[in-house]
């Protein structure tokens, strides 16, 4: 007799599992919606740094360049080939960079002084940065 009663349990709970509604998440509802793919959305705060990778020329190169301290730096890359961005800041970042346009890699540096970003495959010396 009790083990019948356990079943019918069992039976129970699996069905209120199997029917319990599955629409947690209803389409959303939020307004806020981050335009990734907007070419013309508006230079965010601090520095920005194009770079182009093309047929192993970088450009530009050893830029002189001014940042403040906890100020977000920015570097876009459009690259046909992949490399390794890097950053000698204290302490420093590493980004892979990939074939394409529009990579975007944000960064901020807390100690003052010269940062030197790079391109590790194809040595070259993107800018330095005066932190400060
Ligand atoms: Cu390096």
Redesign the pocket.
Known sequence: MTRLLTLVAGVALLAGCASSPDSATPPSSSSESPAASGAHQPPPEGLVIDVTIKDGTVTPTNEQLRAGLDEPIVIRVDSDAAD?L???SSP?H?FPVAVGPAQSFEFSVAVPGRV?V?L?ETHTTIATIQVQ
Request: charged share 45%.
């Open positions: 390794e890097h950053v000698h420093e590493s030197d790079e590790h």
